[in-house]
């Protein structure tokens, strides 16, 4: 028995635990690096993951196509290397560590210890890189893990020093006091980057508030807001100078709201008269707070701005600008005062007296009581809308006036521009998605108020003379003491480092920010490969809190030259304004150019239902439950099978329905192992580079080798494309031909008991196609490819390599290949596809032999191709006779049907004289048009239905009329029943459990007599068995 028997199902996560454990022993991916080295080199960068948590589903789908095409470029012999990465630092690490260790504030962090909480940090990244290291394997990726890279490493941070130093030299670099995005629990700025898809839909107050005005009886301005917490800030308000106002005559005095805005506005009364908004500019007016001490020198006035919208509101709007980034640009221009009414945790300051030490987040049932208890309030209400939450935490953002870094963006904005549209994206529009957000950027805020991330190498001296550190080398040059204790580059260790200031040698410290979590991932291109390094340091990259993470090297500026760019990267689409953009950022700045030459970008995943998953909502899958039910096969063509613009449904009824169609292969390959044991065939390894050259293989034989070679050729071009949906669904037709074409019209020959040149053939074609197939999908299916590899290959070819993804992928064999052979079989197909319609139509099921088949074309090229497959049509339609025609004339009438819709248009007053003619039938049809009087149709101004006459079905189409002969004689009866018979006794083999190897006898009662007479040696043929006895009922024995 050459090959091992093959169960009726694949036990895929039972496979993919052996084969893993293959891979390990027999060290095959080690292997493909030494049989690849020196090759062609593809370069890929890996978008690093962060060390945080387990990894998830929707990891999986990433790592699934980077490993994709890793694989299917090691199969092409490419030089690869395979470096994973991990991202180590900022709020991902942080919140959790927090968590963890029951801190709820950056004041406990630093009651609990700097020290203790940076290494909390590492330990966390440490322990969860383990996690999805070995997460990532078993789903099958093949990755260096042990020269992972870490983005906390000293040689990580050094880098970006030096990026931000070049930044600083082209004067880009600077301290801005600006009112940011501040996210109160984290006690941090956050970056325009991170805000864009970081909203949450909440239920705020909506209120309409009173401005009295100075030096006017009972007249007020009213505004509107949803952040009562502002209220105590405001100093201005704006209206648009070009607008129209209205003063209305209320109960309680009379009300200035925008013309345009007046419906909306809860106010009754009479409008008194109309003025512009240029006419409001300057007056004064009393605020909601003005006994406030945070208030007392304020003046409160009215100002022009172009930016106030009539869309909602009541066309004035309240100016606080130490709470709003607008209002904060405003108020420079306006030279108002910015008010900064709460700390970094987002209480109140002491200057807001009733309000003091209370958050922002609990204070607005208590204005709203104090705006009403003066008169303030016109109205209040709750409006659910769209609001910025932290994208880590999930807390409402407040703005805050505070000092961060920046990079500037217009220095750098047209030459990524230019550089991204050298990018091939993929899909396409998301080049252009690239391209707004930098036509849109504003600066790069790098800073942030936290602990565990790169600290900024910016130093200060008493003077206030700014030093900038390029590198570590740099910082251990400069330092003039706190060296001793520093174990990395991290708070609070590097706080305690002193330097000399450039300019005038005192002494500077560190600022105590960290940075944009970004920059860390940015720099990858440059930090891994050893950019500008003049030696080559072994382990030099995995140092500081990285060290003993990764054996890392830190190569010389020679690796960098040779794998950058990037070939190709892919991450999820929300990377275009994360690491796409930072690595782009970085690469023009420091080299002019883009750091990768392809993209390919994917949606999200939801459930199978397309909600997004929940812990909460019950519909969250965990990656290990998925793997461990699924598979990762499964999972993975799941993944590969998706188009990348639209979201991934996951769940296991996709997943189910991936496992049906992948039965199809199964199916094909175990009716393969199941004959070839039986009759003791051995293939030749030789066959898959030569190719089977047998004289006597059969047209379908050549058939099926062509259409092998068509779509090799096809899915290499699809994965060279890297576009895995067209892969599998070339794939996936490619298996049904095999199976439900050239296996279910060849199953005869491996039946057949004989031992004749015919049936090794069949044999040798069949399993050269099932091997090519299981090669095809090897970069996809990994695990399941090579568990067939070992069974049809390796376990009986000696020269075979031992594992799948050692043999190159399959190339085009051209011996083997015949266009217009695989024309011909997919007119033959055509046929047989409108004539299985045509019984459809007439209830004739399949099984039941008719006399004759009759095929009109007009196309002479048709019917000699239909000619040469007369036998292989005659079998598929199961009838007795193919006859080919000219014309259908005989067996259908042709009607022809006028679109009124479309002739009324064109020819208005002769469309009835079209209509008379075509119910004669006196037209003409050639070439898809129709030729009626003088008059020349095109095929949609008519519709051409065919009617069969009596005693046929007819069905037409793709320049063919199928008719079936439907008269069915007593002898014709006789053999249909035998074939139920058969079909039933196959039936009763199978619920009994019996093996195809297992012969049977068959019991018949008298009803099936005269068929067991006329077809007996047929039936005991088709059912494996060696006699067929009278009895009481139908029934069979197992010999």
Known sequence: MPFKPVDKQPDHVGIEHAVGDRWRHERTFERLREQNEGNQRWSFFDGPITANNPMGVHHAWGRTLKDIWQRYHGLLGHDQRYQNGFDCQGLWVEVEVEKALGLNSKREIEEYGLDKFARACRDRVAKYAGVQTEQSRRLGQW???????????????????????ECNARGWLYRGHRSMPWCPRCGTSLSQHELMDSYNDITHPSLYVRFPIKGREREYLIVWTTTPW??????????????????????????????????????????????????????????????????????HRVVAWDDVSMEEGTGIVHIAPGCGAEDFELSKREGLPALIPIDEAGAFYKQYGWLHGRHTGEVAHQIIEQLGERGRLLEAGELTHRYPVCWRCGTELVYRLVDEWFISSDGVRQPMIDTARTVHWQPPQYGKRMEDWLRNMGDWCISRKRYWGLPLPFYFCDSGHMTIVGSKDDLLARALRGTEHLEELHRPWIDEIVITCD?????????????????????????????????????????????NLSRADLPNHEHWEKWFPADWISESREQIRLWFYSMLFMSVVLEGRAPYERVLTYERVTDETGRPMHKSWGNAIWFDDAVESIGADVMRWLYAAQVPSQNLGFGYGPANEVKRRLLTLWNTYSFFVIYANIDGFTPRFETLSAGPRATNARPLDRWILARTQHVIGACGAALDDFDSPRFVRLVETYWEDLSNWYVRLSRSRFWKSEDDADKKVAYETLWYCLVQATRLIAPVMPFLADEMWSNLVAGVCEDAPASIHLAGYPMVDDALADDALLDEM?????????????????????????????????????????????????????????????SAEDFAQTEVMPNFRLLGQKYRKDVGRIQQLLKDGAFERADGEVKVGNWVLTADEVEVRTRAREGFAVVDGGGFAVALDTEITPELALEGRARDLIREIQDMRKQ?????????????????????????????VETLALSAEQGENLAIERI
């Open 143 to 165: 990755m260096d893990w042990d020269n992972s890279y870490f983005t906390m490493t000293d040689t990580n941070i050094s880098y970006i020093w030096g990026f931000l130093k």
């Open 826 to 886: 997919e007119a033959v197909r055509a046929v047989v596809e409108l004539g299985r319609a045509a019984r459809d139509n007439a209830n004739l099921k399949v099984r039941q032999p008719l006399r004759a088949v009759i095929v009109a074309t007009e196309d002479d090229t048709r019917r000699r191709q239909l000619a040469m497959h007369l036998d292989l049509i005659r079998e598929e339609l199961n009838v007795k006779d193919v006859v080919l025609a000219t």
């Open 230 to 299: 502002t209220l105590p800030a405001n100093v201005a308000a704006a209206v648009h100078p070009d607008e129209d106002y209205v003063r209305v005559e209320t109960l309680s005095g009379t009300a200035i709201v925008a013309k345009a805005r007046l419906e909306h506005v809860p106010l009754k009364g009479k409008v008194l008269g109309t003025v512009k908004g240029a006419d409001l500019v300057g007056a004064r007016y009393d605020g909601p707070f003005d006994d406030l001490e945070a208030q007392k020198d304020v003046e």
């Open 503 to 547: 300019e005038c040698g005192e002494e500077a410290v560190r600022v105590k920010d960290v940075g944009d979590c970004w920059l860390d991932a940015g720099i990858v291109p440059f930090s891994t490969l050893g950019y500008k390094n003049p030696q080559w340091i072994d382990h030099g990259y995995s140092t500081g809190s990285g060290e």
């Open 992 to 1020: 009994g459990g019996l093996e195809m190897t297992d012969r049977i006898r068959i019991l018949y009662p008298e009803q099936h007599a005269a068929t067991f007479d006329a077809h007996g040696e047929r039936i005991k």
